[in-house]
């Protein structure tokens, strides 16, 4: 006992450190890919709801490979993911651990959920086609797969093939297509581009705008980040000059994924992780996303944004599982390098 | 007194190998990664990208060198040997873009110079063009983009180097080159320039190890290099172990490259007798002068003094909604770190350049050599590097005090700022000893001897006698250690403490969203407290040094010991 007291001396001292320990009182700790300024609000939220101090460490890479070392004491409970793709890598990994719980059950449809409940999607966004409204008529491109038409040559702009919400959509294309014909169709894609891919979703409209291109592909919600900006009002600008498709109405629908997240296998909050996956999943926090994020909420009948209803309505989801594009992802990644699709 | 010196030097042998080993346990980690890869990821990469990657690596280091070596050498010659007017001010001043982030002035020149900035917008208005179709513009995110950015914050290295052998060279050397009937473009082609090569060697491959591991910029200006295969190869194809062994392959290419340049100096030993001999500088008139002044003016301009003005404008813009008390937080964060971070690379920096003074075997050249891989690995691989043995050895630590004491105390170094500081460390130690081993060089072995017959030993010699002769070379890598390391991203990222912000961090957050309004005040917080010690420093090194020597000397040496 006398160690004891000796040892926890010898911590208090290497707390100075910075060292976190493993189970505080009320706290959960969460490995975040997601940035700050989306969900600081909605984690404030939690903290005033519930008491319970939400701490993160935000990072854009090897926050996998960081839980994965640290072992059975990482102080790690949650794991916030902006795609599918990290997610499986966890599973994979076998770095998480099933929750069951009957009100996230209740909340996410099965669909945007893994079977035995080892990660959870909170929010799903859509791949759109961003067109020109001065250069493009309405109705003039409806699919993905008329990307490749030749009209389009030195028309369209994208970010790096090699991003997961690129890779997301080709390895979809790889679903429903097979292999050799998303081939074609990526090749025919870099054969229409205008510039070398570059820069993210917004800096594709922002060149819409410029009359650098014609055509792009973009996330759903970064159109409602744009319009609503008024830090940059220009990206007011860039918005208003483009209309939004939503590409494949007539047959399987518009491609989606998901942010998520995932309960580490060693969580030593685990009950407050639990109650913060299942404050997420909820109307409150399920409402904020979609009007601070204009991401659109998982769970059914969730009130959507004024501007989501004004701008995207209702429509088509493809719903193809996301556990099977996750699948093809792999092959979606090689294509890019045999396409040379970023150079 | 034989069976002494035999001790003392089998105690530098094993200070020099722990040190060593101990830093290089990152990069060992990452050769052990890379001995599991997920698949075979090289048939794959051959058939498809991998000539891309090193050829847009290969045009990328060449221009950045190729710019660095000439505004570097030329600008740390004209003001360490030359009189034109604004030269007082060029000396500290051409150190300051070296505080600038290189994803920073990305940004900086992107805003304005990108075809919705200012500079196009004047453009058109000017001569009524409407779109981006009626004229040409040179592209900014482009590979000669990436090189303009790179050199304009990376020239420092070279030149402060440059500028630190110039200094610490002989006069009369120079003098008597003069006297034979040499030109002074002659002169500083055939005797100061040689004499200042393993510096100016040091610095340049600072300058090619910073251009390897760049991502920040590369990324955005969609240049595609090894540094972004490396990521794609961990991150899109799931392989961490394939990008481990890309890492180590641009590692080995880097110590051949180092090796090659050191072989091709192999003979050549000059010490400076009198490093304080009075300078004569060559005193610029007319059109001379007018270059000097706009060669050097240029790179404060572009380098400097245009990206302060645009963050600067940013940052008061909007300053009150911009400004809050985290920042005092996280400005303190970075401070604290990097100074902690500095003290240790100079410290051990120290330790290695004169365990390898004292004992020129090749086994311990090859140690020293081993401790400086940290700075050639992409810092986001380094940092896994850091976590498997941290992580390792408190898991080992927790397991044994659970075992035998019934208690567990998570994890002691992990994720706290002793894994930042271990990682600064490992990435800076090569710019520390680096620079130091390039001041000891200067230091001719007579003088050891001199102390060591009257009795003194090594470390007494240390302190009295190599310590005052090295203490540019001490400042500058310090200095330069500092400054990195309050820049420093991809490591502090993922290492971080719960809820812990660097001002690095806190940049990158907004930039990498394009919101370079909300990100300015915090890059313009870098570069104001980076600025302090470069012009303290700078100030010290090398400026009125006969003067000026016993008052730094008195203040400095507490800071050093």
Known sequence: MSTRALFQKVLAVAGLLGAVGASAAEQVNIYSYRQPFLIEPILKEFTEKTGIEAKVVYASKGLNERLQREGRNSPADLVLTSNTSSLMDLLNKQLTQPVSSEILEDNIPSQFRDKAGNWFGLTTRARLIYASKDRVKPGEITRYEELVDPKWKGRICTRSGKHPYTLSLIASMIAHHGEAETKEWLQGVKANLARKPQGNDRAQVKAISEGVCDLSLGNSYYFGKMITNKEQPEQVDWAKSVNLVFPNQKDRGTHMFISGAALTKHAPNRENAVKLLEFLSGADAQYSYAEKNFEFPVRPGTARSELIKEYMGEFKEDDLSLTEIGSYVPAASRMVDEVRFDF | ?561
């Open chain 2, 1 to 561: 007194m034989l069976n002494r010196a035999n001790l003392s030097a089998s105690r530098w042998l094993l200070l020099v190998a722990t040190i060593s080993l101990l830093v290089a346990l990152p990069v060992l980690s990452i050769f052990w990664l890379a001995f599991f890869p997920e698949e075979n990821i090289w048939p794959h990469l051959v058939d498809t990208v991998l000539f891309h990657y090193v050829s847009s690596t290969l045009i990328l280091a060449g221009g950045v060198g190729l710019v660095t070596l000439i505004t570097g050498v030329g600008s740390a010659w004209l003001v360490s040997m030359c009189q034109f007017p604004g030269r007082r001010l060029f000396e500290w001043g051409l150190l300051l873009p070296f505080a600038v982030p290189a994803y920073v002035i990305a940004y900086v020149y992107t805003d304005l110079l990108e075809y919705a900035g200012p500079v196009q917008k004047s453009l058109r208005a000017w001569f009524g063009w409407q779109t981006a179709r009626d004229y040409w513009f040179p592209e900014i995110r482009s590979m000669g983009g990436a090189i303009a950015m790179l050199s304009l914050v990376l020239f420092p290295y070279v030149y402060m180097l440059a500028r630190a052998a110039f200094i610490e060279q002989c006069g009369s050397i120079r003098a008597a080159s003069r006297s034979l009937g040499c030109t002074p473009w002659q002169s500083f082609l055939r005797v100061s320039l040689p004499m200042a090569r393993p510096a100016i060697a040091v610095g340049l491959s600072l300058v090619l190890m910073e251009t390897l591991n760049d991502f920040g910029t590369v990324d955005f200006f969609a240049v595609r290099t090894l540094s972004v295969g490396i990521y794609d190869t961990w991150l899109s194809h799931g392989n961490l172990g394939g990008a481990a062994q890309i890492a180590c392959s641009t590692l080995i290419f880097v110590v051949l490259l180092i090796t090659l340049e050191r072989m091709g100096r192999a003979r050549q030993k000059h010490f400076v007798q009198s490093p304080n001999s009075q300078r004569e500088r060559y005193i610029l008139r007319g059109w001379r002068s007018g270059v000097a002044l706009l060669f050097c003016g240029l790179l404060l301009v572009a380098g400097f003094i245009i990206p302060l003005l645009v963050l600067g404008s940013y940052a008061f813009s909007n300053f009150s909604s911009y400004w809050s008390e985290d920042f005092i937080q996280i400005a303190s964060n970075s401070l604290l770190l990097s100074i902690a971070a500095a003290l240790v690379s100079v410290l051990l920096g120290l330790l290695l350049a004169y365990g390898k003074r004292l004992q020129p075997k090749r086994s311990v050249r090859v140690l020293v050599g081993f401790s400086k891989l940290g700075y050639a690995m992409p810092g986001a691989v380094l940092a896994i590097g850091v976590l498997i043995p941290l992580a390792a050895f408190d898991n080992a630590v927790d397991g044994f005090l659970r075992e035998h004491f019934d208690i567990s105390i998570g994890l002691l170094l992990s994720g706290s700022i002793f894994a930042i500081i271990f990682a600064y460390t490992v990435r800076f130690l090569a710019v520390s000893t680096g620079a130091i081993e390039s001041s000891l060089e200067k230091v001719t072995p007579s003088m050891d001897r001199a102390a060591r017959s009257l009795g003194r030993n090594s470390w007494q010699t240390l302190w009295a006698v190599h310590l005052p002769l090295v203490r540019t070379g001490l400042l500058t890598g310090g200095l330069v250690v500092f400054v990195d390391c309050m820049k420093e991203l991809p490591a502090t990222l993922l290492l971080r403490p719960f809820g812990f912000d660097t001002l690095a961090t806190y940049v990158y957050q907004f930039a990498s969203d394009e919101m370079l309004e909300r990100s300015a005040l915090g890059a313009l917080l870098i570069v104001l407290v980076g600025l302090i010690p470069v012009i303290l420093l700078s100030r010290s090194i090398g400026w009125r040094r006969g003067e000026e020597r016993t008052a730094v000397a008195d203040s400095e040496a507490p800071a050093l010991s």
